[in-house]
């Protein structure tokens, strides 16, 4: 009986210190009724492109052997979450091997950079999902 009081003791004590920690759903919606966007469009996108990419690194680096196996046109298609307040995290490059190495350390610095987005919404309250964004380059020197 002592036993059994002590592990009901033991629980109560651990459920009221869970109950502190407010509680974060951390899953994905895959399906909402709007979706997450950069502040101000494909417009925002590009200029946010403009001004922080840096492929000067990326074309230095590639040799003649990568410029075959990748072509001077490279899309870096990335897929990352963009949480409830906007934030954006969990940075995946998911064509990797298509693109060159150097490219695609690039696009995931620069994405790293992204402030925040328009979260994705469903039944009217922000959402966490997952994105697809591509990022394009021509990685020619002139």
Request: one cysteine or more.
């Amino acid at each position: 009986m002592r036993v059994l009081l002590v592990c009901i003791f033991i629980s109560i004590s651990l459920f009221a210190i869970g109950q502190d920690k407010p509680m974060v759903d951390s899953s994905i919606v895959r399906e909402v009724d709007a979706i997450a966007q950069f502040q101000g469009g494909q417009r925002g996108w590009q200029n946010f492109l403009e001004r922080n990419m840096d492929i000067a690194d990326a074309i230095m680096e590639m040799d003649s052997t990568q410029y075959v196996e990748y072509g001077l046109r490279q899309t870096a298609i990335l897929e990352f979450t963009v949480c409830e307040d906007g934030e954006v995290c969990e940075f995946e490059i998911v064509n990797q091997s298509k693109i060159s190495p150097a490219f695609a350390k690039e696009a995931l610095r620069v994405m790293k950079k992204s402030p925040k987005w328009t979260p994705a919404v469903k039944n009217k309250l922000p959402v966490r999902t997952r994105i697809r964004q591509p990022i394009t380059a021509i990685l020619e020197s002139y």
